[in-house]
């Protein structure tokens, strides 16, 4: 039987209410530290694909553009580390304008940003901001994750774990309680 004690359960509440989404709903992204994520975007007619190293604060990928007949083609590869922002000046005859990635502080957190600013010769133009996911803080010196210094004697993999058993049972309270987050007891700081 697993035990999920009240103060990890505030802190798994907190977790998870963090994550709400702006339009309701809840979207669960687990960040690995030091992980690589992918991600896709897509605005007819462009297409973005990429992959964020949460370690390197760095972005890599491919934008394509739909061209009719043959469908998406690369157009251009682009890289940079996100805390500098990574401008991307297109200047091709079917398209032109500037595609930008930023880190961006948005609704309390860091957001992954992706500004687009192009016009295309055959297509509308798009004008547009795009908050695509959270972003995982970059740990200051001497702290790690979730706060725990250097020095912890806790690996990061059996720090993931812990929270996803803790995220498990979460959930299941939750459903539980037809799908509404469980009221829980107050905990009281120790000292």
């Avoid at 669960?28 to 297409?47: H, S």
């Avoid at 991307?88 to 609704?107: A, D, V, Y």
């Amino acid at each position: 039987m697993s035990v999920l004690s009240a103060e990890s359960a505030t802190d798994l509440q907190s977790y998870v209410e963090a994550r709400a989404l702006p339009e309701g709903g809840y979207l669960v992204l687990e960040q690995e530290i030091n992980a690589k994520i992918p991600f896709k975007f897509e605005l007819f007619p462009l297409l973005i694909e990429g992959v964020y190293d949460t370690g390197a604060d760095y972005l890599t990928g491919n934008v394509k553009l739909y061209i009719p007949l043959k469908g998406y083609v690369v157009i251009l590869h682009f890289s940079g580390n996100l805390k500098d922002g990574i401008v991307i000046p297109i200047n091709l005859p079917l398209i032109k304008g500037t595609l930008t990635f930023k880190s961006e502080l948005w609704q309390g957190a860091q957001w992954l940003t992706l500004i687009v600013d192009v016009k295309f010769s055959i297509f509308p133009p798009i004008n547009k901001t795009f908050h695509l996911f959270k972003l995982l803080p970059i740990p200051s010196a001497g702290v790690g994750a979730a706060g725990l210094t250097n020095g912890s004697t806790v690996s990061a993999a059996d720090l993931n774990t812990q929270w996803l058993e803790q995220l498990h049972l979460f959930s299941k309270l939750a459903l539980a309680n037809g799908g509404a987050l469980p009221t829980l007891p107050q905990v009281a700081a120790s000292a």
